[in-house]
C-alpha cells in the first residue's frame, strides 16, 4: 500500500483540539521538525504533548509553546526552554515529569496493549505521590500507566512508500516505540525511496505501524548545545 502524501499540512489534517500527540526525538536530535511547523501553521490549540523534551526557545515544540498551543506536556527533560518554565509557573501550562526509562517504558507498554506495569524507580519521591505502591521481594514498586497517542509523529533517516522506516545512528531514540503506540502515525524523512529499495534486515519501524509518510528533506538539524574544545 502506498501511504506517501503529499506535505506536513496534509497529513495532520484531522489533527483537532485537544488531541494527544507522541513526538519523537531526543533534544533536538530526530525531532519531527517539519510537522511540528505544520502544528504551528494550523494552530490546532489545548494539546497534550509527549516528548522527552521541550524544545528550545522558538525552534521545536517550543513553537508550539510560543504559540500557547499546548495544555499540558508529558516529558523527562525539559531544562532548556525558558518559555516553558515561565508557563508552568504562571500556571499556563500543565506538565507531567517522568524518570526517562519510565517514559519510554509507559510508550512500549502503550504499544504492546499493557494496560500498566510496576517499576522501583521514583518510589519515595514526588514521582510516586497519587500511584499505586506494591512490594515484591522485599522492594517498593510504583504502578505506571501506559501511554498512548491519538497521533505520533516520527522523524526518521529513510524510508519507503510504504512506510517501512530507518533510523540514522541516534536518532533511533523515542521515534521506534512512538511509532506503536498511536491511532495515526506520521513519519517524515530525510529520504523517500521505492519499494524494495531498503534492506529488510535494516527496518526499524515495519510499514504495519506508519499510516503516512512524507519527504520533509531539508532539515535544519540545529544543535541544542554546542560544546567545542577550548583553544
Known sequence: MDKRIASPDKAIANLRDGMTILMGGFGLC???????????RKGTRDLTVVSNNAGVDGFG?????????????????????????????????????????????????????????????????????????????????????ALRGDFAFVKAWKGDCMGNLIYRKTT????????????????????????GELDPDQVHTPGIFVDAIFEGSPYVKRIEKRTVRKA
Request: no cysteine.
Open 61 to 145: 515544540i517550543g513553537l508550539l509553546l510560543q504559540n500557547r498551543q499546548v495544555k499540558k506536556m508529558i516529558s523527562s527533560y525539559v531544562g532548556e526552554n525558558k518559555l516553558f518554565e515561565q508557563l508552568v509557573l504562571s500556571g499556563e501550562l500543565q506538565v507531567e515529569l517522568n524518570p526517562q526509562g519510565t517514559l519510554a517504558e509507559r510508550l512500549r507498554a502503550g504499544g504492546a496493549g499493557i494496560p500498566a506495569f510496576y517499576t522501583p524507580t521514583g518510589y519515595g519521591t514526588l514521582v510516586a505521590e497519587g500511584k499505586e505502591t506494591r512490594g515484591f521481594e522485599g522492594r517498593h514498586y510504583v504502578l505506571e500507566r
Open 30 to 40: 530526530g525531532i519531527p521538525e517539519k510537522l511540528i511547523d505544520a502544528v504551528w
Open 172 to 195: 533511533r531514540n523515542f521515534n521506534p516505540i512512538m511509532a506503536t503506540a498511536a491511532d495515526y502515525v506520521i513519519a517524515e524523512v530525510e529520504e523517500l525511496v521505492g519499494p
